[in-house]
C-alpha cells in the first residue's frame, strides 16, 4: 500500500506544473486534457471552455509521483489541513528549493537551523499549497 497526493488546482493545473518544474525539477509522467478523455463529461458538468484545462495529470518530483488535475470548477483552490514535506540532502539545496518554492507565495517559518535539522523551513507557495523544507 501507498499513498500519493493528488492536488486539485480549479483552472491553475497547467501553470502549477510548470511552476514545480522550474522550482524542483518536476518530470512530467502523464497528462490530459478534458477534450482528450475517451468519455466526456455529460453537458454542463464542467465550466464552459474547459476542453483544454487538465482533467488528470501525474508528475514526479525526485522519487516521488504527484497528481494534480484542474477538477470540475474553477473558483479557486483551497488546500487547508496538509503540508507536502520534501526532504534534501544539503543546506544548499534546501535554501534554493526554499526560495524557489516561496516565490510569490508566503513563508510561514523561515528556513533555520532547528533541533532535528541543520535546514527546516515552511511556506505555502504561489497556489497555496503548503510546504515543508527539511535537510536530512
Same mark, same amino acid.
Given at each position: 500500500m501507498k499513498v500519493e497526493a493528488y492536488l %486539485? !488546482?480549479? =483552472? /491553475?493545473?497547467?501553470e502549477a +506544473?510548470?511552476?514545480y518544474q522550474e522550482a524542483l525539477g518536476a &518530470? +512530467?509522467?502523464?497528462?490530459m486534457r478534458f477534450k482528450e478523455a475517451p468519455d466526456q463529461p455529460p453537458a454542463g458538468m464542467l465550466p464552459p471552455g474547459s =476542453?483544454? &484545462?487538465i482533467m488528470h495529470c501525474s508528475f514526479r518530483i525526485g522519487e516521488t509521483v504527484v497528481m494534480a488535475s484542474d477538477g470540475l470548477s474553477?473558483? =479557486?483552490s483551497s !488546500? &487547508?489541513?496538509f503540508s507536502l514535506s520534501i526532504v534534501v540532502a544539503s543546506e544548499a539545496e534546501a535554501d534554493r +528549493?526554499? *526560495?524557489a518554492l516561496s516565490e510569490g507565495g508566503k513563508v510561514t517559518m523561515p528556513l533555520g537551523k %532547528?533541533?532535528?535539522? *541543520? /535546514?527546516?523551513g515552511m511556506l505555502e507557495d504561489r497556489f497555496g499549497v503548503a510546504w515543508m523544507v527539511n535537510v536530512v
Open positions: %486539485t !488546482f480549479n =483552472g /491553475r493545473c497547467e +506544473v510548470q511552476f &518530470k +512530467v509522467e502523464m497528462m =476542453g483544454d &484545462k474553477f473558483e =479557486g !488546500f &487547508k489541513g +528549493v526554499f *526560495a %532547528t533541533f532535528w535539522s *541543520a /535546514r527546516f
